[in-house]
């Protein structure tokens, strides 16, 4: 239960690595592992969101788009 699955519904833009923005390797309405306790939850109506940063994402399992 610690390994959970989501599908991601927002994304930056990326990060900045010696001035120079990295784009993101995943993108909106990617179905994405990981691990529940390297990101923050937040429950909206009776809904949870998790927030993290790309490098807690453990891997990609599927792209709906």
């Known amino acids: ?3 959970m699955r989501g599908k991601l519904v ?3 833009p990326g990060r ?3 001035g120079v ?3 993101m390797n995943v993108k ?3 179905i994405v592992m990981f691990d529940k306790f390297t990101v923050a939850k ?3 109506d009776d809904e949870s969101i998790f927030i993290g940063q790309e490098s807690d994402m453990l891997m990609v399992v599927s792209d709906e788009q």
């Open 1 to 3: 239960d610690r390994i």
């Open 10 to 12: 927002a994304a930056g």
């Open 16 to 18: 900045k690595v010696d």
């Open 21 to 23: 923005i990295q784009e």
């Open 28 to 30: 909106v309405g990617d």
């Open 42 to 44: 937040v429950d909206i």
